[in-house]
């Protein structure tokens, strides 16, 4: 069974493209709807039993994370479409997206 979608807004930094999500608990989240460039992942608490996985709008599997365990990846991974994070665990997950976007007024 597939969790539903849970759309969350990140707006970027003043004066910058960088945007972050910061995620708590179980579920899937879009964080991104354009293309944009996936730069790190970083895990603050892991939960328990946990794993987490970050795909792109098309689907395509950027990072899969099968036993979470506390630390930061960076990535600089292009993604088509957007961002999608899975979270799965027992107990409540501490997730941080960092991720670059471009802003309307560059569109």
Aim: proline residues 3%; charged residues 20%; contains cysteine.
């Amino acid at each position: 069974m597939t969790a539903d979608l849970v759309d969350i807004h990140v707006p970027c930094f003043p004066g910058s493209l960088t945007r972050s999500a910061q995620l708590y608990g179980t579920g899937r989240f879009r964080i991104s709807r354009r293309t944009c460039e996936l730069y790190s992942v970083q895990i603050l608490s892991a939960g328990s039993f946990g794993r987490a996985r970050v795909t792109d709008g098309t689907g395509r599997a950027i990072w899969y994370q099968p036993s979470t365990f506390t630390g930061s990846f960076q990535l600089g991974a292009g993604c088509v479409d957007g961002i999608i994070a899975e979270l799965y665990a027992s107990e409540g997950i501490n997730f941080t997206l960092n991720f670059r976007e471009a802003d309307e007024a560059i569109l």
